[in-house]
C-alpha cells in the first residue's frame, strides 16, 4: 500500500512570509496527525484530526496556525506569518483509527522548513 | 502535567543488548509504544504495550510496568544500522479522545 505522502520535501522562507504544507495520509486510515519536529526533539503534536474533526489542537499556535482537512482525507497546515523558531521538520502521520485498536502510527516523510 | 524522560544518548558495541528506559507521567495512560527514527528520516512504529509485561518482535522486544510507569526497549543482537534515536511515546486517553505524547528520544550508537 502506498505511504503517507507529504509536499513540499524542503522549504526555505523569509520571516514573517507565509506557507503551505500539504499530506495525504494512507487510503482508509480516519486519523491524521501534525508533527512539529526540532532537531534534537521528540515530535510534538500540532493537531490530531478524527475524519474532517478536530480531536486535538492544544498545543497549536492559532495566531499563526492553521490547519484543515476537507473531506477527511488529505490535510493542510499553513503557518502565517511565520517566525525563525518555526524552522522545523513539519511531519505528518495517519493511523486507522484513534481507537483502541489501532495504536500504530505511520509517518510521512516530512517537511524540512528554514526560516531565515 | 505529563512528561516522559529517557536518557539522551546510549552507546553499545556491535553484538551487544542495550536496554533503554523510559519514564513516564500522564493523567489518562493507555499504553506505550517505541518508534526508531533514523537521521534525516521519519520515525517508523517498533512495538507496543498495553499491557504489563514483555513484548518480542524479533531482536526488539519492549516491557511495561503500569505500576511503576516505567517501560524499556531492549535490542539484542546489536547491528550498526540499529544507529538511530529512540522514542518512547505514550498513548493518553483523555476526554476527546486517545492522544499521543512523544518522549524527547535516546540517540544509540552502535561501534564496531
Known amino acids: 500500500e502506498a505511504g503517507v505522502a507529504q509536499s513540499p520535501r524542503y522549504k526555505i522562507i523569509e520571516k514573517r512570509q507565509s506557507v503551505a504544507f500539504w499530506c495525504n495520509p494512507i487510503s482508509g486510515h480516519a486519523t491524521l496527525y501534525w508533527y512539529q519536529q526540532i532537531l534534537g526533539q521528540g515530535p510534538k503534536l500540532l493537531i490530531q484530526f478524527q475524519n474532517n474533526g478536530v480531536v486535538d489542537d492544544s498545543q497549536l499556535p492559532k495566531d499563526r496556525f492553521s490547519a484543515e482537512r476537507l473531506k477527511g482525507v488529505d490535510s493542510t497546515l499553513k503557518i502565517q506569518p511565520a517566525k525563525l523558531e518555526d524552522s522545523a521538520v513539519y511531519l505528518c502521520?495517519?493511523?486507522?483509527?484513534?481507537?483502541?485498536?489501532?495504536?500504530?502510527?505511520?509517518f510521512g516523510p516530512g517537511t524540512r522548513l528554514t526560516v531565515t | 502535567g505529563q512528561s516522559l524522560e529517557q536518557p539522551s544518548e546510549v552507546t553499545a558495541v556491535e553484538g551487544a543488548i542495550v536496554q533503554i528506559n523510559c519514564t513516564y507521567q500522564?493523567?489518562?495512560?493507555?499504553?506505550l509504544s517505541w518508534y526508531q527514527q533514523h537521521d534525516g528520516g521519519a520515525p517508523t512504529f517498533l512495538s507496543y504495550?498495553?499491557?504489563?509485561g514483555l513484548e518480542e518482535t524479533g531482536r526488539f522486544s519492549s516491557f511495561l510496568s503500569r505500576s511503576d510507569s516505567y517501560g524499556y526497549l531492549l535490542l539484542q543482537e546489536l547491528q550498526m544500522k540499529d544507529s538511530a534515536s529512540y522514542f518512547c511515546a505514550v498513548r493518553d486517553l483523555e476526554t476527546g479522545g486517545f492522544k499521543t505524547i512523544f518522549g524527547a528520544g535516546t540517540r544509540l550508537f552502535v561501534k564496531a
Open positions: 504495550n498495553g499491557l504489563d
Open positions: 502521520a495517519s493511523s486507522l483509527t484513534s481507537g483502541t485498536v489501532s495504536y500504530e502510527q505511520y
Open positions: 500522564t493523567s489518562g495512560f493507555y499504553g
